[in-house]
């Protein structure tokens, strides 16, 4: 089948197209496969909401849950088997592309929220899945919190691919691009002779929930309209802006002599939740080399249909910054807006985690 031109085009640009959902049904309906050979696609990313969705509003786990059930697994062990398996079978249908294009291919499992501020057992729970699920193109899912940097550090001293996810700043995306490094580092010092050709990483820096909290804001301090929808692509220009400095520093240049790859930025949170907004802002306004773009399916499709490239991110970067000089002369606090962010976002996960975890209980119990 030809491949959707707009897709193909972003595609051309630089930008990774992922595809930020994943169920059983969608693999085993070839759905995804089909996404892979038509739009573009290369890439999955999933997270405790999309599992809690998934696994609640399908009767393809039932075999599974039943099977789990009569051996009396325990929730949490029936809900990491589950997800695992589907993460498993992601990442053998993206396998081909993992070998033809290092880098993608790759599917995301996520570490369990609850544990975000706690180091060690992050670390620990990201070695697990890297073991439980064991595919070479795996990621695994670490937040940005400030106890899980180190554990982004170990997982990647380890040899385990991460994707760092919830990021909100520019200055906490410095802290895990440096986790990052630190990592490798790590790795060559414990190995000088260590190979670092297939380890990868992606920092998911989020974009529409920015904008979310700061519109209101605005609007609560009286602000001038036109600054509303802004700050969002903004904040994420400036992130890539601050990934060019990183990614062209002699620290750098020393690592990638040894076999390193680039930890990749990621735009997540794309989908738009402002119907005021173009649905497809978070993809045009955020075109540059060496990006991921993980999209809901719905702006997959809508980008798909009428997405227009807008204006390159290395040629934005003196707008983006007075932009978000407005945004703080209007009165916006833009360090506690991405403290309550980070916050709203790990709480977010927890509750979703806490569905998901009481869907497979019950059932396990229908099913016993």
């Not at 001293?157 to 996810?165: D, E, K, M, P």
């Amino acid at each position: 089948m030809p491949q959707n031109q707009n897709l193909a085009e972003l595609s051309a640009a630089g930008v990774a197209v992922w595809l930020d959902d994943l169920s059983r049904d969608r693999i085993r309906s070839g759905n995804l496969q089909s996404l892979v050979d038509e739009y573009s696609v290369v890439g999955v990313t999933t997270n405790p909401s999309i599992f809690a969705a998934a696994v609640s509003g399908s009767d393809s786990y039932d075999d599974q849950l039943h099977a789990l059930a009569v051996r009396k697994v325990s929730v949490e062990e029936s809900l990491r088997t589950i997800t695992a398996a589907d993460v498993r079978d992601a990442c053998d249908l993206l396998r081909p592309v993992a070998e033809r294009q290092p880098g993608d291919g790759r599917v995301s499992l996520e570490v369990a929220p609850g544990l975000a501020h706690d180091t060690d057992a992050t670390a620990a729970e990201a070695a697990h899945l890297w073991w439980l699920v064991d595919r070479p193109n795996l990621f695994i899912k670490i937040p940005a919190t400030e106890a899980s940097l180190p554990a982004i550090t170990t997982s990647i001293a380890r040899g385990i691919s991460v994707n760092v996810t919830l990021i909100f700043s520019p200055d906490r995306y410095r802290a895990v691009m440096d986790a990052y490094l630190a990592g490798l580092e790590q790795r060559l010092a414990d190995d000088p002779a260590a190979d670092l050709s297939g380890l990868e990483s992606v920092a998911s820096f989020f974009v529409s929930r920015v904008d979310s909290e700061i519109d209101q804001r605005l609007d609560a301090a009286g602000a001038d309209a036109s600054l509303k929808g802004k700050a969002g692509v903004a904040n994420a220009q400036l992130a890539y802006q601050a990934y060019e400095e990183v990614f062209s520093s002699d620290r750098w240049r020393a690592l990638e002599a040894k076999g390193a790859r680039p930890q990749r930025p990621l735009w997540a949170s794309t989908g738009v939740k402002n119907p005021d907004y173009s649905d497809t802002l978070y993809i045009s306004e955020l075109i540059a080399p060496g990006t991921v773009n993980t999209m809901p399916e719905k702006t997959l499709m809508a980008y798909a249909d009428h997405g227009v490239p807008g204006t390159p991110v290395q040629k934005s970067y003196d707008d983006a910054a007075a932009v978000m000089q407005s945004v703080r002369d209007a009165g916006v606090d833009v360090d506690d807006v991405f403290r309550v962010l980070e916050e709203e976002a790990v709480q977010k996960f927890v509750d979703s985690w806490d569905e998901l975890t009481d869907s497979v209980r019950e059932q396990l119990e229908d099913k016993a």
